[in-house]
């Protein structure tokens, strides 16, 4: 019983809480994702883009480096916290595993995988690898050489990403449009 609203109990319970708690995570994620693009797009995400882009120019004209990225360090934090928050209740528990160097290369390769420069670009990259990742597991107990491979491929043929591809291809057919 969750607040005297959801009864998870009888014999499709278990059915139920999963699609509830299915709706539950895509509206916090929703949330997110809107939060998110209004960090990117106000004039401190603009800033931190600036930072990336060239450090030093960005001190140059009075940015205070070290504050921004603490900043986005305790914005990224809150992120991530909430990610464990709705992680735990579908897993269970939380274990020291969980922390191992390749839980948190899986979401390296999700945002090379999508595209990192673009704001939709870890999203896709995130669909993408689980679907990738579902489909290695299921037919191949070689899963972990076949993710490998197509990093080293996507890092050597799409450098931007899934979504950066997308984009180039995009304005390449725009401007062949445009000549003809």
């Known amino acids: 019983m969750f607040l005297g609203l959801l009864n998870f109990s009888?014999?499709?319970?278990?059915?139920?809480?999963?699609?509830s708690y299915y709706y539950y995570v895509l509206g916090i994620f929703a949330v997110c994702v809107v939060l998110m693009w209004v960090i990117v797009h106000s004039p401190f995400g603009?800033?931190?883009?600036?930072?990336?882009?060239?450090?030093v120019r960005a001190r140059f004209i009075?940015?205070?480096?070290?504050?921004f990225r603490w900043i986005a360090f305790l914005v990224?934090?809150?992120f991530t916290g909430v990610a464990g928050?709705?992680?735990v209740p579908l897993n269970g528990l939380t274990?020291?595993?969980v922390l191992y160097w390749t839980f948190s290369g899986e979401i390296v390769?999700?945002?090379?995988?999508?595209g990192f420069r673009n704001f939709a670009?870890?999203?896709?990259?995130?669909?993408?690898?689980t679907y990738l990742k579902t489909y290695a597991v299921a037919t191949t107990e070689y899963w972990q050489l076949l993710l490998g491979v197509v990093l080293v491929t996507l890092v050597l043929v799409l450098p931007t990403g899934i979504v950066g591809a997308i984009s180039r291809a995009g304005q390449w057919f725009g401007r062949r449009n445009a000549v003809t």
């Open 121 to 129: 670009g870890p999203i896709v990259g995130g669909i993408a690898f």
């Open 76 to 78: 990224s934090g809150t």
């Open 85 to 87: 928050i709705l992680w």
């Open 109 to 114: 390769f999700t945002a090379l995988l999508g």
């Open 46 to 55: 603009k800033a931190l883009q600036a930072i990336r882009d060239n450090e």
């Open 10 to 19: 009888g014999s499709h319970g278990f059915q139920v809480f999963v699609r």
């Open 95 to 97: 274990t020291p595993e």
């Open 62 to 67: 009075g940015l205070r480096i070290r504050r």
